[in-house]
């Protein structure tokens, strides 16, 4: 079974840049994975903000951008503001009508 | 404005059953595939069971795969989730979201505010 592999935490500076990435255990990640991105604040809803590889969502700031990084989908993140802390959870469809999350990043911004 | 509301989550016995409700409205549902994701108390996201546009396929995660079974009405703009024999591994908070699944599109667009499931006795 194919596991979705993402750092467990990561801590920005504000103002700073941030890369986040999301692997997979059996195989380099490319477009055909569809990589999506969401962030999720404590007691709420996740938000989409990338799909498929790199097209941010509406009203998503252009700071946030996903890429193809060697064998792992990116989020990276330009210019970190105080409200960008955050649990960020990549996806990638797998085929078959199945999407398996990887575990989630949690991103201080200190 | 696309807005999910989730309904139908409660405290329920192990072995127990207990049928979920999504309500859409702000977009044309019978047009999109729709699914279910939840998330266990201080974890993390985990897809749970998608359906397509018109109903005809279903997917399930293996983890609820034979236990839930999801369904939706395009006459009245709602989604199901129907859990049966649930356990204590069931308890999350249930989302459902709007799912973009469509090459090259696979990605939840929209989501819900959230439903909690508690499985105890």
């Known amino acids: 079974q194919t596991v979705v592999t993402q750092e467990s935490s990561l801590s920005v500076s504000p103002g700073g840049t941030v890369t986040l990435t999301c692997g997979l255990s059996?195989?380099?990640?490319?477009?055909?994975?569809?990589p999506s991105w969401y962030r999720q604040t404590p007691g709420q809803a996740p938000r989409t903000l990338i799909s498929s590889t790199n097209v941010r969502s509406s009203g998503v700031p252009d700071r946030f951008s996903g890429s193809i990084l060697g064998n792992k989908a990116a989020l990276t993140i330009t210019g970190a503001q105080a409200e960008d802390e955050s649990d960020y959870y990549c996806m990638m469809y797998m085929g078959s009508g199945i999407y398996v999350f990887g575990g989630g990043t949690k991103l201080t911004v200190l | 404005e696309v807005q999910l509301l989730e309904s139908g989550g409660g405290l329920v016995q192990p072995g127990g059953s207990l049928r979920l409700s999504c309500a859409a409205s702000g977009f044309r549902f019978s047009g999109y595939a729709m699914s279910w994701v939840r998330q266990a108390p201080g974890k993390g996201l985990e897809w749970v069971s998608s359906v397509t546009d018109d109903g005809a396929d279903t997917y399930y995660a293996d983890s609820v795969k034979g236990r839930f079974t999801i369904s939706r009405d395009n006459s009245k703009n709602t989604l199901y989730l129907q859990m049966n024999n649930l356990r204590a591994e069931d308890t999350a908070v249930y989302y459902c979201?709007?799912?973009?699944?469509?090459?090259?599109?696979?990605?939840?667009?929209?989501w819900g505010q959230g439903t909690l499931v508690t499985v105890s006795s």
């Open positions: 979201a709007k799912d973009r699944r469509v090459a090259p599109l696979y990605y939840f667009e929209y």
């Open positions: 059996s195989a380099s990640v490319s477009t055909t994975s569809y």
